[in-house]
């Protein structure tokens, strides 16, 4: 990790390349974290991996968004809700309600119509 955190601030790499990197990396060290219910480590992963995948879905090109689907799998669209998701049940999972709230308010007020259908039937599927 400390690896790509070097490479974040090298001004000769691609910005959005490496947010990507970073966003998918921080998803998958929340993801074990949350496996060995270390709820607030993943927290901060997932934190972190929803600013980069936000900045991303604002700041990419959708032509930028394709090349990375392509070449890597990377779908910055799914990589954003899947942060959020993940950082909302870390949340849950910390006891921490009201912040799982504004969590998904935010991933709501963040969203489009498709996007906020998904999220509204993801959320009521959870048991709490």
């Not at 999972?93 to 119509?113: D, W």
Request: glycine share 6%; hydrophobic share 50%; aromatic share 8%.
């Amino acid at each position: 990790m400390l690896r790509v955190d070097q490479l974040a601030v090298d001004p000769s790499v691609d910005p959005l390349a490496c947010g990507v990197v970073i966003a998918s990396l921080q998803v998958q060290l929340g993801t074990i974290a949350f496996n060995g219910a270390r709820h607030a480590e993943a927290i901060g992963h997932f934190t972190t991996a929803v600013k980069a995948s936000t900045f991303l879905a604002k700041s990419a090109a959708p032509a930028a968004c394709e090349v990375f689907t392509l070449l890597f799998g990377w779908d910055i669209d799914t990589l954003w809700q899947t942060s959020n998701k993940k950082l909302i049940l870390a949340l849950l999972g910390a006891g921490k309600l009201g912040e799982a709230f504004e969590s998904y308010r935010f991933a709501m007020n963040a969203s489009n119509e498709a996007t906020k259908a998904n999220l509204h039937s993801w959320v009521l599927t959870l048991s709490l």
